[in-house]
């Protein structure tokens, strides 16, 4: 069909092939997504360097 990978008759000739397929296929998908956690503490990162670096906010009507 597209011209790359095993064909699927192939793979899924026995059971034992298709489960080495699809536990590739999960291996692979397991390996590329990054974690909540790297996520967001990119994110974080990103916001804090956009950020300057000033005095904290004084409300003009906060007393003194």
């Known amino acids: 069909m597209f ?10 000739a026995s059971r034992w092939k298709a489960l ?3 536990a590739g296929i999960l291996l692979t998908a397991y390996c590329t997504v990054p974690s909540a956690e790297q996520t967001a503490q990119k ?7 956009a950020q300057p ?3 904290p906010h004084k409300s003009p009507w906060a007393k003194d």
């Open 3 to 12: 011209g790359f990978g095993p064909r699927l008759t192939t793979v899924f």
């Open 20 to 22: 080495l397929w699809s």
């Open 43 to 49: 994110e974080a990162a990103q916001t804090a360097a």
């Open 53 to 55: 670096a000033a005095a």
